[in-house]
């Protein structure tokens, strides 16, 4: 029962009498008022008056679906939301579904990935109760050589998301000029805050001779933690280290949702940068700055001018020669370091 009160308490707008959920649940007063009282031990807050009924004011920070269902102001990504205790990989899990034909929009969401990967082989570790890992369906109309313009989108939705938060926490939406130029994208899947990564991101495909069948993005976020690996420390964050701030986690997975959706919607008319590529590159991190451009077979180094209407980030070399680099190829760093 504790699940039908949740689900008519989140679709209610305002209040609903305790007579009206009795009638809809068959059950008497002191029953709802047992369980109401059960939810609020767990977290969520819930306001009751005389004459008007109950009325869900803010939920618990809990991976749960009634949670991030609450938080969600999203048009279609979120609809079919599965909550996981703990998984090898959102992204491997998603998988299994990606064929299923409303599986669009469909959000995975944990905070105890025990076999999270990263782009290029690497692992990515997440702290339960602390850190979030989600992974996104989208079954797009692309050719498979646009869908990595989807990473992209993914970083942009992440960043905004995560300035906004913040932004929204601090009760003073002008610090978002502030947190936009110390919360940046590293070309092209990471975010960094004050040059520290504080989020990766992987896009993963299936697709064969028809098109595209499937399209998953995963996102890890350090969120809330405060133990970075002393190996790690030099390119390593959290929000909390940064800004202090503990982060409401279903608030800040709704607004990168609520981003990545406007974002994919701009994106999938023109299905290249040509309406994104300024905001994109205000965003960048190493924008104008000497990079290392590191290949299996050749490495070299130049000043990022930015990234293309393909998604392909821009690079001047030392003679003026500018050749753009696909995102599959390499992985760029600063000439001094990490960024």
Same mark, same amino acid.
């Given at each position: 029962?504790?699940?039908?009160?949740?689900?008519?308490?989140?679709?209610?707008?305002?209040?609903?009498?305790?007579?009206?959920?009795c009638e809809m649940l068959g059950v008497s007063r002191t029953a709802i008022w047992k369980v109401i009282n059960k939810l609020k031990e767990e977290g969520y807050v819930?306001?009751?008056?005389?004459?008007?009924?109950?009325?869900?004011?803010?939920?618990?920070?809990?991976?749960?679906?009634?949670?991030? !269902?609450?938080?969600? &102001?999203?048009?279609?990504? %979120?609809?079919? +939301? *599965?909550?996981?205790?703990?998984?090898?990989?959102?992204?491997?899990?998603?998988? !299994?579904?990606?064929? &299923?034909?409303?599986?669009? %929009?469909?959000? +995975? *969401?944990t905070?105890?990935?025990?076999?999270?990967?990263?782009?290029?082989?690497?692992?990515?570790?997440?702290?339960k109760g602390e850190d979030i890992a989600c992974s996104l369906v989208l079954k797009p109309q692309l050719e498979a050589k646009e869908a990595s313009?989807?990473?992209l989108i993914a970083a942009m939705a992440v960043q905004k998301g995560i300035s906004y938060t913040l932004s929204e926490c601090q009760k003073d939406i002008e610090s978002l000029d502030i947190l936009n130029k110390n919360i940046q994208i590293k070309w092209p899947n990471d975010i960094v805050y004050n040059k520290k990564?504080?989020?990766?991101?992987?896009?993963?495909?299936n697709a064969d001779m028809d098109g595209i069948s499937y399209v998953i993005i995963g996102i890890g976020i350090n969120v809330n933690k405060i133990g970075i690996p002393e190996e790690l420390k030099h390119m390593a964050t959290s929000i909390k280290i940064e800004s202090g701030i503990t982060i409401h986690r279903a608030k800040l997975v709704s607004y990168i949702m609520e981003q990545f959706e406007h974002l994919y919607d701009v994106f999938m008319e023109t299905k290249d940068f040509?309406?994104?590529?300024?905001?994109?590159?205000?965003?960048?991190?190493?924008?104008?700055n000497e990079v290392v451009?590191?290949?299996?077979?050749?490495?070299f180094s130049g000043i990022c001018r930015g990234i293309s209407e393909k998604g392909d980030l821009i690079i001047e070399d030392e003679k003026?020669?500018?050749?753009?680099?696909?995102?599959?190829?390499?992985?760029?760093?600063g000439i001094y370091g990490y960024v």
């Open positions: 029962m504790k699940d039908k009160i949740l689900n008519i308490l989140i679709q209610a707008d305002g209040y609903i009498s305790g007579q009206r959920l819930i306001k009751a008056i005389s004459n008007k009924g109950y009325c869900l004011m803010q939920v618990p920070d809990k991976i749960e679906e009634y949670v991030y !269902k609450y938080e969600m &102001k999203t048009k279609w990504i %979120g609809k079919q +939301i *599965i909550c996981l205790d703990e998984v090898n990989s959102t992204n491997t899990f998603a998988k !299994k579904i990606g064929d &299923k034909e409303d599986a669009h %929009g469909c959000l +995975i *969401i905070d105890n990935q025990i076999a999270g990967r990263g782009r290029r082989g690497r692992s990515w570790s997440i702290q313009m989807l990473t990564k504080v989020c990766g991101i992987l896009t993963e495909m040509s309406r994104l590529k300024k905001d994109y590159e205000s965003y960048l991190v190493n924008y104008a451009v590191l290949h299996p077979k050749e490495s003026g020669n500018i050749k753009e680099v696909f995102s599959g190829e390499v992985s760029v760093r």
